[in-house]
């Protein structure tokens, strides 16, 4: 009798890190190499603003519409549910996928707005069942550094305030997660791209050990 081989599973693969820390850009260099070795791999972003809640992101973030902060916090979480399923079919289906920002950014943002309601805890709470990454590659780097590739865009949250809050709340909740890898991001393009593809390769060899998806 013809045994099928099971498919071995995608691995999830977050990149997180504050503006312009270059996150776009090695999510792209990240999925050529990854297709090269022959993986099957796709690159997703957070906020995905194609979907009608996406749209109601953007809009906030261009700073055309206006939301309450507990508000936007749960449609940036909500973007991230309307996805879980499909993340967990193409895991489940041996896709690699690579997810620009994920709820590690969206905690953070939402507490760095200072507002008495909204803790950092308050704001984990409806991130809480997503997919687990395997690996989430934190892109750090100084504030010195970040603003040497250029000024701030006109999107909310890009200013020195917003910024600096970021920074540390990123750094608070980093203490308390699982598979964060820290990636000094200040360096070359291609120096970033190697030390990412190094730890990505350690953490897909463990695949077949660390068992299916976690959630
Ligand atoms: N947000 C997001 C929430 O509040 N809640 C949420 O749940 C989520 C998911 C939009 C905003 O939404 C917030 C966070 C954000 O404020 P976004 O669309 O991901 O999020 O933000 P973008 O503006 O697209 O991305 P960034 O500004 O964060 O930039 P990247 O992706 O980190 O950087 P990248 O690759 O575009 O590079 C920036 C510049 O630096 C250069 C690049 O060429 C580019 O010019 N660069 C380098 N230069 C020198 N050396 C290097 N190593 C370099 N790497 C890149
Ligand atoms: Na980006």
Redesign the pocket.
Known sequence: ASQQTPTRRGALVVVE???????????ELLRDYLSEQGHNVKYI???D?TTPIGKL?DSY?RGSANQDDHS??LL??A??WELAKSIEQDIAAGITLIV????Y??????AAKANPTLSLDWAWQPEIGLPQPDICLF?SISAEEAA???GF?A????NET?QTRVRGLFRTLFERQKNVCVVD?????E??SRDIQAAVAVCVAQLDTVGPLRT
């Open positions: 890190g504050l503006d312009r820390a270059g996150k776009s850009s090695q999510c972003r957070f906020p603003r992101i973030l936007i916090h940036f979480s973007n991230r620009d920002r994920y709820s950014s969206g905690a953070v943002y939402s892109l040497k590739r250029g865009g999107e909310r949250y890009e917003m991001a200040g360096k070359t393009l120096e970033v």
